[in-house]
């Protein structure tokens, strides 16, 4: 008796597996789960919400952090300039290109021009004060990650005085 209940829960097993799968075959049942099906928003697409009214922002203009009496302690000096240039080379340059023209080889698979990275050649920049630019770098700024973590305090000079000798 239980070896006829055995038997025949297993040909029902078999029976409904093939239905199942012929069903699937046949009229197409679309899973949920499948990730062409996901919802996808691009890059600032997409219903973008409102913050709160007493929502504390969340950025905002990175020369804010800067401390007022913030000074460049490590002179440019050639030992500076060469640390920096080979800092800038190794943390910089995939962005912002080796002479810093916002040209760097990553920059060719973003889409978006207002995601590319800052023209460092610009004279625009060789009126920002250091503290603006060691501030910049280590905090990062828009699509700029910071780079508190990969670098040393006086690095991060070196890297501020090289970047001064990239205006012309």
Excluded: K
Aim: net charge negative; with cysteine.
């Amino acid at each position: 008796m239980i070896r006829r209940a055995l038997i025949l829960l297993a040909v029902l097993a078999v029976a409904g597996y093939a239905l199942l799968m012929v069903t699937y075959e046949v009229i197409g049942v679309d899973f949920v789960s499948f990730m062409e099906d996901q919802p996808f928003v691009d890059y600032q697409d997409g219903p973008r919400l409102l913050p709160a009214e007493e929502a504390v922002p969340v950025s905002r203009p990175v020369y804010l952090d800067v401390p007022s009496g913030l000074v460049n302690p490590v002179p440019a000096d050639d030992v500076s300039l060469q640390r920096g240039e080979t800092l800038f080379s190794f943390h910089c340059a995939v962005c912002h290109g080796p002479t810093g023209q916002g040209d760097g080889p990553v920059t060719r698979f973003w889409r978006e021009e207002a995601r590319r990275p800052a023209n460092l050649t610009e004279a625009r920049f060789r009126e920002y004060p250091d503290a603006t630019l060691y501030s910049v770098i280590t905090q990062g700024l828009g699509g700029m990650p910071p780079l508190r973590e990969n670098m040393t305090e006086r690095q991060y000079w070196d890297v501020v005085n090289f970047v001064h000798t990239l205006q012309p």
